[in-house]
Each structure stands twice: as structure tokens, then as C-alpha cells.
């Protein structure tokens, strides 16, 4: 069993990958804790806090945290991607539930050091809730069992800028930080999302098998799906926040390479993930100041994109 504490921005995709950490056997779900990123961090707690009601597990803490970016100025939220509302600009039922009052960055150090060597983090959207949770109390760092960061992009490009993936540009100064803290973590990024596709014959399996929850999941990737279109011309969505929790309980399904990562935070390059595999002589030693880290860079996308259907 996984014990998991899920960073999110929600967001479509996101939502398939907390309706996964909620129902996964597997997984236990100790709390989400939510950012601003796909909509403002207000809407991403909502949403979290709905979709666990609907899933019946409003017993699942949610814990709000960043309404913006450590340094720099916030970028607007995507909404002809996910919609104003996060969920596809769908109608939504009323949330009974309230969040945790503490800090997401409050929240993760209570958690992770209540449990040392037992926590992993997924964090699926801009990472300033983990540069935070480091500000507050550094020794986290020994103490998280892993951190699994979906997020930018070795080989495939940007999805914002030609070299930017979201979660990065979003936050390229916490992304940094996280990157570069020297804790177990491995980036799930558009290497792998990109070669994955929920079909729609996918989200009619969901749809049927998740109630309540599933007519979300469905009204919400209807919308999702024609950005896709346009933006890959794929006739589907690509689950990138669902391959964070599928790398963690199927990792034969990707290959990995370890190395050095860093992230940009200046200029034309803002937000770009730079990687530097290990053992290539000259370039791990002009790099090799920052520590080492697993980046997922091979994926088997259709028995993932079949993985997540099957969970779900
Ligand atoms: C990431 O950006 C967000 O829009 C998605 O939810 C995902 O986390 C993909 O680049
Ligand atoms: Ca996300």
C-alpha cells in the first residue's frame, strides 16, 4: 500500500487521478492539498473537496495552499482548457464538506512527520505547496518515503512554451527548489503523458462504473478533449496527472533514467526542465552540483491508458 498525501490543481485531468486515489485498493489517501494552476485555489479546493463527496470519502482531509507563485507574477488560469469552473464548465452539485484549516504546506510536515519514511507525496500541479512545506520544515526532507511530480518535459517539449510544461512555467522557482531538494523523486512529465490517450471508449467504461462521480469525469473530458483535438490531434485527453499514480503502481510500465535536473526560471527557457543523465563524462560534472533524481523517459501508453480505465 501506498500512503500518499496528493498535491493537486483540479482541473480535468486532475480529476481522474483523485477519483484513482480514492477508489485505488492500494492507495491510502491521506489528504489532498490543492494549488492554483488550472483555476484559482478557492475552485481546486471546491473541487477537491466535491469530488471526494461524490466518491463517498469526505472523510479525506483537503488542506488549501498557494494562490500563487513564490516569486513571480501569476499567470491567468487555462480556462479553454479545463474551463472556468476546472470541471469543464459543467454544472456542479453543492460541496457539504470544509477544508482542513491548516496550510497544504502545514499539512504535508504534520503528516510527513508524523509518519517518517512512510509518506509519499504526488504533487500534479504547480509545486509551490512543496517549497513551502520545505520553507516551513526542511527535515521533511529525510522523513517523505518519495516525491512523484508530474511535470515538464526532457525530450518532447513544452506544452505552454516550445520548452515549458504547465506545472513548471507555473511555478518555475518552487519547481526548482523541489527539484533540486534532495529527496527520493521521480518526474512523471510529457515524455510519457503525451504517448498516453484515455479514449472516449475509456471514459464510457468509467462513466458507467463511477455513479455520480463518473457523470463528472465524463461531462468534464468532454470539454478537455477539444483542446486535444487541436492542440495533438489525438481524439482523446491525455491523462498526465492519472501517469503520476499509474508510474507509482505499475512501474514496469515506464523506463527511467537517474540523473541531474534543473529547472529554468529566467528568460525564453522559463520553466524548462534541463536534464543531465548520469555517468556522460563532462556533462554530469558541469552539472552534477545538483542531486540526483529518476526522470520517467518510456512508457507503454496504451496498457496505462488501460490501467486507468480498469481502476477505475
Ligand atoms: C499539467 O498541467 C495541467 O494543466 C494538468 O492538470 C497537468 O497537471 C500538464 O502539463
Ligand atoms: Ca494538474
Not at 526532507?141 to 512523484?148: A, G, H
Amino acid at each position: 500500500t501506498h500512503s500518499i498525501i496528493f498535491d493537486t490543481d483540479p482541473g480535468v485531468d486532475d480529476a481522474q487521478a483523485i477519483a484513482i486515489a480514492l477508489r485505488h485498493p492500494e492507495i491510502e489517501l491521506l489528504g489532498m492539498t490543492t494549488t492554483y494552476g488550472n483555476v484559482d485555489v478557492g475552485v481546486a479546493t471546491r473541487n477537491a473537496l466535491l469530488l471526494a463527496q461524490l466518491a463517498g470519502r469526505d472523510d479525506v482531509p483537503v488542506a488549501q495552499g498557494a494562490a500563487a507563485p513564490m516569486v513571480k507574477a501569476r499567470h491567468a488560469p487555462p480556462a479553454h482548457i479545463h474551463g472556468a469552473n476546472g470541471l469543464g464548465d459543467i454544472a456542479l452539485p453543492e460541496v457539504e464538506g470544509r477544508a482542513d484549516p491548516r496550510s497544504a504546506a502545514q499539512f504535508i510536515v504534520d503528516t510527513v512527520s508524523a509518519r517518517p519514511g512512510e509518506v509519499t507525496l504526488v504533487a500534479v500541479g504547480p509545486v509551490g505547496n512543496l517549497a513551502a512545506a520545505l520553507q516551513l520544515d526542511p527535515a521533511i526532507i529525510d522523513k517523505v518515503k518519495q516525491v512523484v511530480i508530474m511535470g515538464g518535459s526532457v525530450r518532447e517539449g513544452g506544452n505552454v512554451t516550445p520548452v515549458a510544461e504547465a506545472n513548471m512555467f507555473n511555478d518555475p522557482d518552487a519547481a526548482s527548489r523541489v527539484l533540486t531538494a534532495g529527496w527520493p523523486l521521480t518526474l512523471v512529465g510529457l515524455d510519457v503523458t503525451h504517448r498516453c490517450v484515455l479514449t472516449p471508449e475509456h471514459m464510457k467504461r468509467i462513466e458507467a462504473g463511477q455513479g455520480e462521480l463518473g457523470q463528472v469525469l465524463a461531462g468534464s473530458y468532454a470539454f478537455y478533449r477539444d483542446f486535444y483535438h487541436e492542440f495533438l490531434g489525438i481524439d482523446g485527453c491525455c491523462p498526465h496527472d492519472s501517469c503520476a499514480l499509474a508510474w507509482l503502481l505499475r512501474p514496469e510500465l515506464f523506463t527511467t533514467a537517474r540523473g541531474h535536473l534543473t529547472v529554468a526560471t529566467e528568460g525564453d527557457a522559463e520553466g524548462q526542465t534541463i536534464f543531465a543523465p548520469e555517468g556522460r563524462g563532462f556533462i554530469e560534472a558541469r552539472w552534477s552540483r545538483t542531486p540526483l533524481v529518476h526522470v520517467c523517459l518510456g512508457v507503454e501508453g496504451e496498457a496505462v491508458s488501460d490501467w486507468i480505465a480498469d481502476v477505475l
